[in-house]
């Protein structure tokens, strides 16, 4: 029953449809995680239960080796002991060769219950090589399948490594969008122009306070010579002394 019970252990989880089994999991890391153990535990279960297996139909193919050959030693003899008998018969000894003929007689039954017995554990050992053989495939196809699991396993750890890394580099851009320091340069920028702005407005002023101040020096020089011509005609000059000095 042991047998059997490891036997249906292999075959149900090696048709397991691992990908259908994680696509149902809520956690496919943990999902994975126990599949492993559960794989790894059985194969360890089942290379116990193999052994053994392997174990008694070794003892039963010896032992069928043996009664094969004790068949056949038995065989021997009964033709040796017939032979003898045929001897001495045929030297007119009869009494031994009647001995002799129940000896071949004896060792004929010996052959024939050691033949019996090899006949008898033949069906046995067939139906035990053929289940060795079938929990050696089993066997296999786990190890196999444990080693697409822990593949699996590994695939999904790096794929949820990257996913965490590109979840960072999400956030962060998202960060670096809700502080754009483009904008902030943008602003600086505007700051800057503006401050240029009132300097050249400060310029012109200055300039055109400047033009004023020089427009007016012009203005005081017309009123002067002016004066110097009104002087003259008062003290009889012709008005134009001035320009022609």
């Not at 009104?230 to 002394?241: D, P």
Request: aromatic share 2%; hydrophobic share 40%; charged share 30%.
């Amino acid at each position: 029953m042991a047998k059997q019970s490891i036997f249906g252990r292999i075959s149900t989880l090696v048709k397991a449809n691992v990908n259908a089994m994680l696509d149902a999991a809520e956690d496919p890391q943990k999902m994975l995680d126990q599949l492993v153990r559960d794989y790894t535990n059985s194969i360890a279960d089942a290379e116990s239960a193999i052994a053994e297996t392997i174990g008694n139909l070794r003892l039963l193919e010896r032992d069928h080796e043996e009664d094969v050959r004790a068949a056949a030693e038995w065989g021997n003899k009964a033709l040796a002991a017939s032979r003898k008998a045929d001897e001495l018969r045929g030297s007119g000894n009869t009494a031994d060769a009647d001995k002799f003929d129940n000896l071949a007689k004896i060792a004929l039954q010996r052959q024939i219950s050691e033949e019996n017995e090899a006949k008898a554990v033949a069906p046995t050992i067939a139906s035990q090589t053929e289940v060795v053989d079938k929990l050696k495939d089993g066997l296999n196809g786990m190890k196999q399948k444990l080693e697409q699991l822990k593949a699996k396993r590994s695939e999904l750890l790096a794929r949820a490594k990257t996913a965490e890394a590109q979840n960072k580099v999400h956030d962060a851009v998202t960060s670096i969008d809700v502080l754009d320091p483009t904008s902030e340069l943008g602003r600086f920028e505007d700051k800057v122009r503006r401050q240029e702005a009132l300097a050249a407005g400060k310029a012109e002023l200055a300039a055109s306070s400047l033009d004023a101040q020089f427009n007016e020096l012009e203005d005081v020089g017309e009123l002067t010579e002016v004066e110097a011509r009104l002087a003259a005609l008062k003290s009889g000059g012709t008005g134009t002394a001035a320009l022609e000095q």
